[in-house]
């Protein structure tokens, strides 16, 4: 694919809002962070311009950038390795340099720790999400959270793991998930004591043959049945511990506010089947915060498809998007509400299929992202949400990581 793309001329309101942004201002200690997520732009640098796309998260409101940082693909070339290797070096290059970048906009990154898993750590001895094993995947969770402490202070345990596309088979889910939890929180907490662990990172309904629904399979992650009481066959802790649940509160085609059917799916107009879900299982005991009285949520993926089969139209996106954010703000268990992906991805990009983007492959500015950013310039002036940063200060990345490749 090209290696650059024409940039667009920022409008003269963007503009004047970036300089805004652009004055020191402290860290509102209350609201909820607007985040958002587009790995191939932020990370990878495979089209459009990084420093360009953070001017444009930041004159959203973005205080957060999540980034999915696959096991097998810090690995490289050894991903490929049936036996383990005694001393396996990982490469966080491209995340390091993501990381300053984005912190000279006051801008700070949350790590999802997640599959592939490389060919040694699966089961069925290729790489991929068949069977991850849970011990081997903490030495890459101990060493990422060893390599960003005190650069990252926010991770999540594996991307949608109740889907058959991040954890397979179906069936095993949720033991294999409480493995992959279990082990690469308390790796993570050894490394660094500071940082928050999110569980969960769950798809928010059943789909035949590929997804459990988020509930269902909360409870079996945490050995309860319908009735939430114990039972038995869990290996490790009797009782789980998170800094809050994390979840993708996807409804790709009514407004934000529809009631899917299904009381353990947790679309955002469903969100109380999660929250109850949650307090239940902290009454039974096996899943408790470790701060607060209830456990907080952060809803790390959202939005709406720009183009393919499910596509919607810029004239509901626009103002499903406005209310989808409005809502999560109102809710007082939710801490974070990401936009998934920021520009419409070119057509030969693997990914363009999953297209939920609200700018133009060359950042021309789109109804739904003005939309959305009239809504959190009004949100920043109540202080309903959190100010992006003046920029921040981080410590240096450790050195000895080899440069990332980069691909076009």
Known sequence: ????????????????????????????????????EDDPVFVNQYYYDREHALQLAQSLGVSRIRVEL?????????????????????????????IDAAARYGI?????????????ATGNRRVGVWQPNGKLFAKFASAAAQHFRGRVDRYSIWNEPNYVGWIAPLRQQPKIYRDLYINGYKAIK?????????????????????????IAFLRAVTCVNGSYHKVGGCNGPRTLRADGYAHHPYEFKHAPSFKYPGADNATLGTLKNLTRALDKLKKARVLKPNRGSHMPVYLTEYGYFASGKRKIADSKRAPWLRQAFAIAQKNPRVKEMLQYLLIHPPARFSGAFFDTSILTTQGGILSPFTSLQGWSQQALARRMILAPRAPITLPPAPPGSAPAPRHR
Do not use: C
């Open 70 to 98: 696959s096991w097998a693909t810090s690995l490289g070339g050894k991903a490929n390795l049936r036996l383990a290797p005694s001393a396996p070096t990982y490469n966080f290059t491209a995340v390091d340099a993501l």
């Open 108 to 120: 700070r990154i949350q790590l999802t720790l997640t599959g592939k898993a490389p060919a040694f």
């Open 190 to 214: 050894s490394a660094d004591p500071r940082a928050k662990v999110l569980i969960g990172e769950t798809v928010p309904y059943s789909i035949r043959r590929l997804a459990q629904s988020p």
């Open 1 to 36: 694919m090209p290696s650059t793309f024409r940039l667009l001329t920022l409008p003269l309101a963007l503009v004047a809002l970036l300089a805004l942004f652009a004055v020191p201002r402290a860290h509102a200690a209350k609201g909820m962070e607007v985040a958002v």
